[in-house]
């Protein structure tokens, strides 16, 4: 205030803005004349009769501002104010995003910089936290894991149902380089899967691994020394890693990885939240799509980007992965149903063995993708199946069914040319035969059940194909193709094949009987 005093009385004496510089030193002439101009606008006569509050009103209180008319754009933004508020609340949307869709569905002239874009929405929004720069970490040294808070989902084809998954986040601490994958569940058999699939993803083991006291990996929380499960340790053990947890309710203690599941719900979350995806294996590509593409963006203010910096800095660091990958695998036991299905409770799904073991007790033994069924105290696996985490559903292998049930369970999803060609397999009178069954119904799927039968008669022991052959063309020859009749032949052994075999028996008893070539149908047949 006192070289503010100075300044005004040289003023006062009509000394110029530049000598007063000159003089002082302390102030620049532009400064000079904003005080010069400063006294103008307000009228003052007087310096030296207004008191230190006044001086600092006048010169260093900040000006109400004339409120600026907004432009089209800004009155644009306005008008979407609600939606803006409201779309920033779901996960993952940014200004940024918002803006990016604002100036993209804009003609030119209606386009705003994001600065302006943001000043326009900023006194609507809540102000933001005061941040702290942690430390650096030495390359290869720590991988932080977590869970993403929310969760993805996809359309479950049979049902129309959403599933909803987990998303596992992992992120090397030096070069930021991240990892994603969605999961079935957060249990720890597809944990273990994640993490291996992190240390396959970075091609090497850090020293270290950062965690929560999530219970999958930690038995015991403490502020210095967790317990870990037995899985966790086994894991770590395979691939030569520390294992260490934050304290709980810290998450500070692992910033990274909170940013990067703040970042996903940014870059993958709010990307995909107008996608739709029929198979966890299409949410997954997806999810691998925005990785990439995270991980290949350049840094807010820097020339190179994550990948970069991991391929510069940190992977030569990096242990090699041991030859064998880690696989945590669980056992339970279930008894053969007689549907020769086992049931994986974990899941609620079951798993087909052959038949044969019906009644019989079997061992169970899973991982997170393979399900392998033993006969108790038999080292070799009589089935293997992938794991399916589809409840209440079923896995058929077709060689552990009876030949009945493979024959029923084939003909269920068969057309009519998949019946003709089957039945050539048997002979061409079985095929014309069965082409006859399919024109005698105005609708042709009518006819499949009767064209089932026709064939499951030749997988019969009592028959087999060539008496089927037989009889077909002797109901051919008869005009009358139908299962019924083919069945009445069979059975009555009428067939061309049986006639011939006991051909020699029935001349020494006697003439064999002549069919009048006239005859047709029934008479024929009782002839």
Same mark, same amino acid.
């Given at each position: 205030?006192? $070289?503010?005093?100075?300044?005004?009385?040289?003023?006062?004496?009509?000394?110029?803005?530049?000598?007063?510089?000159? =003089?002082?030193?302390?102030? =620049?002439?532009?400064?000079?004349?904003?005080?010069?101009?400063?006294?103008? =606008?307000?009228?003052?006569?007087?310096?030296?009769?207004?008191?230190?509050?006044?001086?600092?009103?006048?010169?260093?209180?900040?000006?109400?501002? +004339?409120?600026?008319?907004?432009?089209?754009?800004?009155?644009?933004?306005?008008?979407?104010?609600?939606?803006?508020?409201?779309?920033?609340?779901?996960?993952?949307?940014?200004?940024?995003?918002?803006?990016?869709?604002?100036?993209?569905?804009?003609?030119?002239?209606?386009?705003?910089?994001?600065?302006?874009?943001?000043?326009?929405?900023?006194?609507?929004?809540?102000?933001?936290?005061?941040?702290?720069?942690?430390?650096? $970490?030495?390359?290869?040294? +720590?991988?932080?894991?977590?869970?993403?808070?929310?969760?993805?989902?996809?359309?479950?084809?049979?049902?129309?149902?959403?599933?909803?998954?987990?998303?596992?986040?992992?992120?090397?601490?030096?070069?930021?380089?991240?990892?994603?994958?969605?999961?079935?569940?957060?249990?720890?058999?597809?944990?273990?899967?994640?993490?291996?699939?992190?240390?396959?993803?970075?091609?090497?083991?850090?020293?270290?691994?950062? !965690? %929560?006291?999530?219970?999958?990996?930690?038995?015991?929380? =403490?502020?210095?020394?967790?317990?870990?499960?037995?899985?966790?340790? %086994?894991?770590?053990?395979?691939?030569?890693?520390?294992?260490?947890?934050?304290?709980? @309710?810290?998450?500070?203690?692992?910033? %990274?990885?909170?940013?990067?599941?703040?970042?996903?719900?940014?870059?993958?979350?709010?990307?995909?939240?107008?996608?739709?995806?029929?198979?966890?294996?299409?949410?997954?590509?997806?999810?691998?799509?925005?990785?990439?593409?995270?991980?290949?963006?350049?840094?807010?203010?820097?020339?190179?980007?994550?990948?970069?910096?991991?391929?510069?800095?940190?992977?030569?660091?990096?242990?090699?992965?041991?030859?064998?990958?880690?696989?945590?695998?669980?056992?339970?036991?279930?008894?053969?149903?007689?549907?020769?299905?086992?049931?994986?409770?974990? %899941?609620? /799904?079951?798993?087909?063995?052959?038949?044969?073991?019906? @009644?019989?007790?079997?061992?169970?033994?899973? !991982?997170?993708?393979?399900?392998?069924?033993?006969?108790?105290?038999?080292?070799?696996?009589?089935?293997?199946?992938?794991?399916?985490?589809?409840?209440?559903?079923?896995?058929?292998?077709?060689? /552990?069914?009876?030949?009945?049930?493979?024959?029923?369970?084939?003909?269920?999803?068969?057309?009519? +040319?998949?019946?003709?060609?089957?039945?050539?397999? +048997?002979?061409?009178?079985?095929?014309?035969?069965?082409?006859? #069954?399919?024109?005698?119904?105005? #609708?042709?799927?009518?006819?499949?059940?009767?064209?089932?039968?026709?064939?499951?008669?030749?997988?019969?022991?009592?028959?087999?194909?060539?008496?089927?052959?037989?009889?077909?063309?002797?109901?051919?020859?008869?005009?009358?193709?139908?299962?019924?009749?083919?069945?009445?032949?069979?059975?009555?052994?009428?067939?061309?094949?049986? $006639?011939?075999?006991?051909?020699?028996?029935?001349?020494?008893?006697?003439?064999?009987? $002549?069919?009048?070539?006239?005859?047709?149908?029934?008479?024929?047949?009782?002839?």
């Amino acid at each position: 205030m006192a $070289i503010l005093r100075q300044i005004l009385m040289r003023l006062e004496a009509g000394i110029s803005d530049r000598k007063i510089a000159s =003089d002082l030193k302390v102030v =620049d002439r532009k400064t000079v004349g904003r005080y010069r101009k400063r006294l103008a =606008d307000n009228k003052v006569n007087n310096v030296s009769l207004l008191t230190e509050k006044a001086l600092y009103e006048l010169f260093f209180r900040k000006q109400d501002t +004339v409120p600026v008319t907004p432009n089209h754009c800004r009155q644009l933004i306005v008008e979407r104010l609600d939606y803006y508020i409201s779309e920033l609340k779901r996960t993952g949307v940014t200004l940024q995003l918002l803006w990016s869709e604002f100036i993209a569905g804009q003609p030119r002239e209606l386009q705003c910089s994001y600065p302006t874009f943001c000043r326009t929405l900023k006194p609507h929004l809540r102000k933001a936290s005061l941040s702290y720069r942690n430390a650096p $970490i030495a390359p290869a040294e +720590v991988m932080m894991i977590d869970f993403a808070g929310k969760k993805l989902s996809y359309t479950d084809r049979l049902s129309g149902k959403p599933v909803p998954c987990v998303l596992f986040v992992a992120v090397l601490g030096n070069s930021k380089y991240s990892f994603a994958e969605v999961l079935v569940n957060a249990s720890t058999g597809y944990l273990i899967e994640a993490l291996t699939g992190a240390l396959k993803y970075f091609g090497g083991s850090p020293r270290t691994l950062l !965690t %929560d006291n999530m219970a999958q990996l930690v038995k015991k929380a =403490d502020r210095y020394e967790a317990k870990f499960t037995d899985a966790a340790l %086994d894991w770590a053990n395979h691939y030569g890693i520390f294992l260490t947890a934050t304290r709980v @309710g810290s998450p500070k203690d692992k910033p %990274d990885i909170e940013r990067l599941v703040r970042i996903t719900y940014e870059r993958i979350y709010a990307t995909l939240r107008n996608h739709s995806f029929d198979s966890l294996r299409e949410l997954r590509m997806a999810v691998r799509e925005k990785l990439e593409e995270h991980n290949n963006r350049k840094f807010s203010g820097k020339t190179y980007s994550r990948s970069e910096a991991f391929e510069t800095d940190e992977r030569g660091l990096l242990n090699p992965l041991p030859a064998r990958h880690f696989e945590l695998h669980k056992v339970t036991s279930a008894k053969v149903q007689m549907n020769y299905h086992v049931l994986l409770g974990e %899941d609620k /799904h079951f798993y087909s063995v052959p038949y044969k073991y019906v @009644g019989r007790r079997m061992n169970l033994r899973y !991982t997170t993708t393979r399900v392998e069924i033993y006969l108790q105290a038999d080292p070799v696996a009589v089935a293997t199946h992938l794991r399916n985490p589809r409840r209440s559903d079923y896995t058929t292998n077709p060689e /552990h069914m009876p030949a009945s049930h493979q024959a029923y369970a084939e003909a269920r999803g068969w057309v009519g +040319v998949d019946f003709i060609e089957r039945a050539a397999v +048997v002979g061409p009178n079985t095929a014309r035969c069965i082409e006859r #069954i399919l024109k005698s119904r105005q #609708i042709e799927q009518h006819s499949y059940r009767s064209c089932q039968g026709l064939l499951c008669l030749g997988f019969s022991r009592r028959y087999g194909n060539q008496r089927l052959e037989s009889a077909c063309e002797l109901a051919c020859e008869l005009n009358n193709a139908s299962y019924a009749t083919v069945k009445s032949i069979l059975e009555k052994g009428r067939d061309l094949s049986y $006639i011939r075999q006991k051909a020699p028996v029935i001349a020494s008893e006697g003439s064999l009987p $002549i069919v009048h070539e006239n005859l047709r149908g029934k008479e024929a047949f009782d002839q």
